[in-house]
């Protein structure tokens, strides 16, 4: 196994913008650690779900993939410009919190979000599997992948939080690029750039 390539890998995809991290941003520039940290822990539990999930049923997603795939893009998508109106509003709207904000929201997100299904589906096959099959060394690949996840979550967080005063001073801008994040994380993950190349 080449833990280069695997540890790039699992820091690449999980702490370069997406979904759930500028869903993050914008959560600490509203809301405040407490409420990102929530959010955070949500979907902290979700991604290791997923990957346990990845890890346990790996023959049978791969043969389901295409189907799994065509539902989780076009839910997703719908979710995550969902999140990008309510961060789009979140200065005028006192209930967003309610709706972004929360350990449900992140949970939920992870499920839905499809950089991390697609990354949960994609690092243990191909990096763990081949050389580790024990349930016990998957279980543990499992726990150090969610580790790193969360320490992503968790510098976002705090990178929200070191700009706080900025990105508070200059609200309105910031929710509309976090918003326009969104909707380009939204029109990846659709599928429709592929279908376009075609």
Same mark, same amino acid.
């Given at each position: 196994?080449?833990?280069?390539?695997?540890?790039?890998?699992?820091?690449?995809?999980?702490?370069?913008?997406?979904?759930?991290?500028?869903?993050?941003?914008?959560?600490?520039?509203?809301?405040?650690?407490?409420?990102?940290?929530?959010?955070?822990?949500?979907?902290?539990?979700?991604?290791?779900?997923?990957?346990?999930?990845?890890?346990?049923?790996?023959?049978?997603?791969?043969? @389901? /993939? %295409?189907?799994?795939?065509?539902?989780?893009?076009?839910?997703?998508? &719908?979710?995550? =410009?969902?999140? *990008?109106?309510?961060?789009?509003?979140?200065?005028?709207?006192?209930?967003?919190?309610?709706?972004?904000?929360?350990?449900?929201?992140?949970?939920?997100?992870?499920?839905?979000?499809?950089?991390?299904?697609?990354?949960?589906?994609? @690092? /243990? %096959?191909?990096?763990?599997?081949?050389?580790?099959?024990?349930?016990? &060394?998957?279980? =543990?690949?499992? *726990?150090?992948?969610?580790?790193?996840?969360?320490?992503?979550?968790?510098?976002?967080?705090?990178?929200?939080?070191?700009?706080?005063?900025?990105?508070?001073?200059?609200?309105?801008?910031?929710?509309?690029?976090?918003?326009?994040?969104? /909707?380009?994380?939204?029109?990846?993950?659709?599928?429709?750039?592929?279908?376009?190349?075609?």
């Amino acid at each position: 196994m080449n833990i280069t390539s695997f540890l790039l890998y699992c820091v690449i995809m999980t702490f370069t913008p997406g979904p759930t991290n500028v869903v993050i941003l914008s959560t600490v520039q509203g809301f405040g650690i407490k409420k990102a940290m929530e959010y955070s822990y949500g979907a902290t539990i979700a991604f290791g779900a997923l990957l346990a999930i990845s890890a346990t049923l790996n023959t049978i997603l791969v043969a @389901v /993939i %295409p189907k799994i795939l065509i539902v989780m893009q076009t839910i997703g998508t &719908l979710y995550i =410009l969902y999140l *990008a109106y309510q961060i789009y509003k979140m200065d005028t709207a006192g209930s967003t919190e309610e709706h972004v904000a929360t350990f449900r929201s992140g949970f939920i997100m992870q499920f839905i979000n499809p950089k991390v299904v697609l990354f949960t589906m994609t @690092v /243990i %096959p191909s990096f763990v599997m081949p050389y580790y099959a024990e349930p016990h &060394l998957l279980a =543990l690949f499992v *726990a150090m992948i969610t580790a790193i996840g969360f320490l992503a979550f968790v510098t976002w967080v705090i990178f929200g939080a070191m700009f706080k005063e900025l990105l508070l001073k200059y609200q309105k801008l910031v929710n509309v690029s976090m918003s326009l994040f969104l /909707i380009y994380s939204a029109i990846m993950g659709s599928g429709l750039v592929d279908l376009i190349r075609r």
